[in-house]
């Protein structure tokens, strides 16, 4: 922001919000169906069936952290640069193609929902791989709108001011695009391809989009905390060593089940662990250096965007590192593998790596958006941030508790056989945690609500005028 206006750039990073935010509202309305379907499967049976609920569900998830990660570097790329965005029209072009591009797959998924079995649904309806379901025309057309991403990231930055933040994203970003290339293309063999599948859900997720939270959680916390630049860029590129050697090696954790050598079982275990601790190691650190300076004035510039931060941070800590601990070690998972454990997992990772951070993010456009020097948390938004945590923890545990019933009938009494799958489904057990996960998933819905409104309470806020600015800080 130069005075009180935005960068073209910026607000284009607004419009990437809005969408995500609509898109986030999509995924937990989806969720909400499959988990009644889950208790109640004939409830819009042949009409809107489970399968496409949980496809919609997980696809809304992906595509609104995309839409927030692009909003979230439009965001700071101005800001790090001190210059405006290069090829901003060609950035508003791609992101009206991408937003009718997603709507019209969505609209796909609902009204023909299943095709034909030939390559004319892999190009038009579905190409039916788990969680990169989008078709073939769609796949072509993300990377087309990435490409337009990447060039005007890297020729802003080589045109403006070059800082640490930006280098590592710059890094990550051709990592980003790079991998879901991996899951363009299809093999004979059912291995191979599955192989190449894991690169782009894996990779994708805990090497390049984790680097990438560092890279926007330093620029938080340096917005808020007034945070010494120097130590967060140290941490960055501990990340990058950590986030590019664990999270490749913690792909191996998921070769147990495609006939790849057994020493990968060990090796996938192990390091898939080590991902979320710089990220840990750099709250902490900027945490103790504030709480030093506190004394001299330094107050937190942005409640709400610092709230969230915290809860990414030690949600990413949970859920991915012991939620996903719990499982990955393959003496474990060949019992757990397609259990209610990888959903336990899965839900408080993606919260709390990802979800937590963006929200964090957006926060943080909202207070400049409204130029406000400083900015508290609301009733609203707190009570917000309390219902989605502690709905997500619950629905965590609730998971948890489906999962540890399935293990044992299914697994441990039954031997994995299709009577132990059905006798795990009708427990009293799994039927109770199925239950607790519907009502905190209500939960969820109620905060994205109170969300919702306190962030379009924001956005109507008028930009203050300087005198105003100055007389508030005073």
Known sequence: MHGNRLY???KLALKYYFVAM????????FGLLAAIQFLYPDFLFGILDFSINRMVHINALVVWLLYAMIGAVYWLLPDEAQREVVGIKFGNLAFYVLTAAVAVVVL?????QVGPGKESTIWFITEGREYIEAPRWADIGIVAVVLIFLYNVYATVMSGQRTGILAVLMADLIALAGLYLAGMFYTDNIAIDQYWWWWVVHLWVEATWEVYVAA?????????????????EMWLWIEVAMMFGSGILGLGHH???????????????LFSALEPVPLVGLFVHVLYDWGKERGKGNQINNTPAFAWLTVETFGNFLGAGVWGFMHTLPQINLYTHGTQWPAAHGHL???????AILIGAIYLALQKKAGLEKLKMSKAGWWAISLITVGVLFMTVALTLSAYTQTMVERGMYGATWEGYFAAQANEWFWQGMCWRLITGLMVIAGYALLMYDMIRLAKKAPASEAEVSTAAA
């Open 216 to 232: 926007v959680g330093g620029y938080i916390l340096m917005k808020t905390l007034n945070a010494n630049r120097k130590v967060v």
């Open 8 to 10: 073209e750039g910026q």
């Open 108 to 112: 796909v998924y609902l009204f023909i």
């Open 22 to 29: 609509v898109l986030f509202g999509a995924q937990l309305l």
């Open 255 to 269: 070769y147990f089940w495609i006939g790849t050598p057994e020493y990968w079982w060990e090796i996938g275990a």
């Open 349 to 355: 990772a993606f919260f709390g790596a990802y979800v």
